[in-house]
């Protein structure tokens, strides 16, 4: 049996064999803890807002109170009003950071530094609306800003970036890890003999790699979908264009494991006793360390700078890097279409390396085979 037939079998095979352990359970449940304990901790670690607002004298009298009023139901932020001798004195303060905006009745303006905040702009339209009497159809005040909009990072999206890598690594790292110790398992088993007598090798380490991989891709999809029903819950405050950048760790979650997956399995067949299915992987789990800190230096460096687009596009780190760079930064189409080639390319190289290592490396016993001896097995077969 060879083919999609026989990739079929094994994937459903894995698929049966890990669904019966209670690891997969217990990981399960403590990220679905850690998802929902962190809806709990940004609540115990949120703080009451504090607007800073100067307004260049004179100043209405309560305009202060009104100001705090108009705060209340913004999650009864709190508001410090400053008054500054001239305009001039106000924009100095502004441009210092020593306020978040300058309040100019005068002119019915609301200064802001270089991003205009929408809750500081409508509180203090609704006050200054308040103290005269009227509520127009129109906003009265106009805000401006002392320098052009800067595009900075938010927390979600350092969140997003950060963690979502990490994850990803974790994530990794362990289905990996699940790889080397069910090809030495079999080994030790002599399971595989008879496996190989009906399947070639190249089919059995697919199959394995598909099967791990959906019990994966299932898992994060669930934890995934306890985070999306969190934020349209309002659980967590985060802009709309998150989705499609969370919507991005799955797929390269998938396009990762498959790339690492491989050589893990290729790893694991080197093996000879289940005490070094441990040792076996290092060398890959080394390379997919290096990946994500490389990946984390070049991003909080610079995200747009040229290391950061090489390892976006670079087949080792890409599945770490593009989607935290994606959050950040924002990654061109063809930077998407260009390490989604290099990647699959990769993918397809390394299955017929690591697909020559594994039919040798499954059969061999005694002591553990070196890469030097499992590359000239793979030259001469």
Excluded at 60 to 69: F, H
């Amino acid at each position: 049996m060879s083919g999609w037939p026989a990739i079929r079998l094994v994937a459903q095979r894995e698929l049966r064999e890990r669904l019966r352990s209670r690891v997969l359970l217990a990981t399960t449940l403590v990220m679905l803890a850690l998802v929902g304990g962190s809806v709990a901790l940004q609540g115990a670690l949120s703080k009451t807002p504090t607007y800073r607002i100067a307004v260049a004298a004179p100043a209405p009298p309560g305009l202060g109170a009104a100001l705090q009023r108009a705060a209340h139901p913004f999650d009864e932020a709190k508001v410090r009003l400053r008054v500054v001798a001239s305009p001039a004195a106000g924009r100095r303060a502004l441009e210092a950071g020593r306020i978040d905006g300058l309040l100019l009745l005068a002119a019915d303006r609301l200064v802001f530094r270089s991003d205009v905040d929408p809750k500081l702009a409508a509180l203090a339209e609704t006050a200054v609306s308040t103290l005269r009497g009227r509520l127009p159809p129109e906003p009265e005040l106009t805000t401006a800003t002392l320098h052009p909009p800067e595009k900075q990072r938010t927390e979600a999206a350092m969140v997003v970036a950060y963690l979502g890598s990490l994850a990803l690594l974790m994530s990794l790292a362990f289905y990996g890890e699940w790889v080397v110790t069910g090809v030495v398992e079999e080994k030790n088993n002599r399971v595989v003999e008879l496996v190989l007598s009906a399947v070639r090798a190249r089919d059995l380490l697919t199959g394995k790699v598909i099967g791990i991989g959906l019990l994966g891709l299932g898992q994060l999809a669930v934890v995934a979908g306890l985070a999306a029903a969190l934020i349209v819950a309002g659980a967590f405050d985060v802009p709309a264009s998150l989705g499609g950048n969370l919507a991005l760790v799955i797929p390269w979650f998938a396009l990762g494991f498959a790339l690492y997956a491989v050589a893990y399995a290729g790893a694991g067949a080197l093996a000879s006793r289940q005490q070094n299915a441990e040792t076996a992987g290092q060398p890959v789990t080394y390379t997919l360390l290096a990946a994500y800190f490389a990946g984390y230096l070049a991003l909080s460096a610079n995200a747009s700078g040229a290391i950061a687009q090489v390892l976006t596009v670079f087949p080792l780190t890409a599945p770490l890097v593009l989607p935290a760079r994606s959050a950040l930064a924002g990654v061109p189409l063809w930077q998407h279409a260009l390490a989604l080639g290099l990647v699959i390319a990769a993918i397809c190289l390394l299955i017929r390396l690591a697909g020559r290592v594994y039919a040798h490396g499954l059969l061999h016993t005694g002591p553990r085979l070196g890469l030097r001896a499992a590359w000239r097995l793979v030259r001469q077969g």
